[in-house]
């Protein structure tokens, strides 16, 4: 198969769909791998190790748009990239279509099959989701604790505190992937951490998993008002696969945080948990304040750590570009059914339920589309 690999063109993106590693594991399973110049160099690798690897250059996207059966990418292909879709053309790459409405009419429109990264799915995991939402998790106190400081717009509190000064308190909201990775970076900066989830069975998993140095509370509209209230850092990272986030946290629980006091919403990429977060931000300006709170809602959070972000994303994608580079989209479907609920849109219909009914699509299964 042909495949092409892009250079992001998302504000600050600095990943890259493939490694020069994962270019010698397609080439030498006999596929053509076209990557744009420099498309590399943002994770650290050059033009030179994709060449030695067996990639074809080339210098411009189009050419490797319109030379690839299919294209590799890490972010949903901007508006500026639509013109290069097509009927037939593979497109494999993180896409939230419930938080990006154009791009869904532009890809049943163009009859594009799209696979989302973040809907394949095994035993209930997502595993081409899980090592971003690892990165994104762990920088998203990172990014808090800093946020918090006062030069940069926040109340000036430490999360650890010192002896004789109280902890700062953090509470994140999804105990899954990114809310326990967020919660370990807390834990370790001092902070004093709850964690609110939905699902009483996840609580019980947190709570084996750091014992009684966190909290961790049932979701409902009570818990978290009080929590978000006395919070300093407030970081959202709730998922319902495919579909739009719901909005948890209100305008006016907003209001009754401490000036000063950050909020990190990363399921932003879904349409994020905090009415108030009206807009999604970028690694150049990342946070704007309202109601006295700093809001930060970055979509890409890992592409400002491109070099740990790229490796492991392509850890995990990789095997699956070379099940459908080897047997083709409809025998890789047929083969593998954690593929099959990668597949967002097929034949000009969404073929994700989730997607179709925060659209409002009409629902095809992939099986009706393309097998
Ligand atoms: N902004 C960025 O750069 C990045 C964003 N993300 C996003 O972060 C979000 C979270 O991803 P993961 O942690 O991997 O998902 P996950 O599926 O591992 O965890 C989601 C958690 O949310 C919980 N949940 C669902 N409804 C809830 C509710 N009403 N109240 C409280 N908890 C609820 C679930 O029980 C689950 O534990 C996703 O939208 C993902 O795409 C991931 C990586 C990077
Ligand atoms: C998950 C995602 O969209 C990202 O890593 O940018």
Redesign the pocket.
Known sequence: MKIGVLKEVKNNENRIALTPAGVLTLNKAGHTIYVERDAGLGSGFKNEAYVDAGAILLDEPRDVWFSAEMVMKVKEPLPSEYEYFREGLILFTYL?LAAVPELAEKLTEKKVTAIAY?TVEVNKT?PL??P??E???RMASQIGAQFLEKPKGGSGILLSGVPGVKRGKVTI???????TNAAKIAMGLGADVTI????PE?LRELDDIFGTEINTLM?NPLNISNAVKESDLVIG?????GAK??K?VTEEMITNMMPGSVIVD?????GGIFETVDRITTHDDPTYTKHGVVHYA?????GAVPRTSTIALTNVTVPYALQIANKGIEQALRDNPALVKGVNTAKGYVTYEAVARDLGYEYRTVEECLL
Do not use: C, F, K, W
């Open positions: 939230h973040e997502l989701l899980t971003m939402s990165v994104a998790g909201i999804g105990g899954g992937v990114v809310g609110i989830d939905l699902n996840r979701s990272a709730v998922l319902i696969p986030a719901p948890l990363v399921a932003i990429d879904q970055v979509a890409n959070m890992p």
